[in-house]
């Protein structure tokens, strides 16, 4: 049942550029979304967030974009840097549910090149 | 501050074998607190989560089961291991009754079974 999806498993950036991740969600329900980026044989880590009643959010170089007609979220990362090279994990959740159940996407595995 | 607390790092177990896995968190009270695990190439699956000591809901028919004795302490056990449980298995915590709230992931453990 794979109400998130990164149908992307993975995207090559030159730095200095700019990379957008992609996601999309099937439950309506889901009301606060997520980003989490991730480096090997570590846990996640908590990116950027967005709740329903925005439809941007902004956090230094990283953006993210909600679509609430298209269930569709993205992450922008404005410039790219080689340091940014890691699995970033779309996730969301229903506040109904007290966030007890969150969803995450497959992963995309973002290779960012000097 | 918050800290959460896994291990071991990596664990290579036989199949048939049993299974242990703990994780503490400090620094908070009446965490709500998850398992979730990845497998090779997918994305992250909910295992398990609590919202109290004693108090276990499970996601999905499985080999393993979960226990919580004490309020900070979530325990992932199985008692015969299958091929199929290896993976990189997480625990997390988020605050009891906040909406919105994002998890805080341990560094991971991971199980190969062989």
């Known amino acids: 049942d794979q109400q998130v999806k990164q149908n992307s498993p993975s995207l090559s950036v030159q730095e200095g550029r700019i990379s957008i991740l992609n996601c999309d969600y099937t439950n309506s329900m889901f009301d606060y979304f997520l980003w989490y980026k991730k480096y090997p044989a570590e846990g996640p880590t908590f990116l950027i967030s967005i709740s329903s009643i925005k439809d941007k959010n902004e956090d230094g170089r990283f953006t993210v974009f909600l679509n609430k007609s298209a269930k569709h979220l993205s992450l922008h990362i404005v410039p790219s840097q080689p340091g940014d090279s890691a699995v970033y994990f779309c996730a969301a959740s229903a506040e109904r549910d007290n966030n007890n159940d969150m969803r995450f996407g497959a992963g995309t595995r973002l290779t960012v090149k000097p | 501050s918050q800290t959460i607390h896994q291990w071991p790092a990596t664990l290579v177990q036989p199949v048939g074998s049993p299974l242990s896995l703990e994780c503490t968190v400090e620094?908070?009270?009446?965490?709500?607190l998850y398992w979730y695990r990845q497998a090779a190439g997918r994305g992250l699956q909910l295992l398990f989560y609590s919202v109290g000591i004693g108090q276990i809901s499970s996601e999905v028919p499985q080999n393993l089961s979960a226990s919580r004795p004490q309020d900070r302490q979530f325990i992932l056990s199985s008692k015969k291991l299958l091929l199929s449980d290896s993976g990189f298995y997480l625990c997390a915590w988020s605050p009891r009754d906040a909406t919105n709230e994002k998890l805080f992931f341990g560094s991971g453990t991971q199980l190969s079974v062989l």
């Open positions: 620094g908070t009270s009446n965490p709500n």
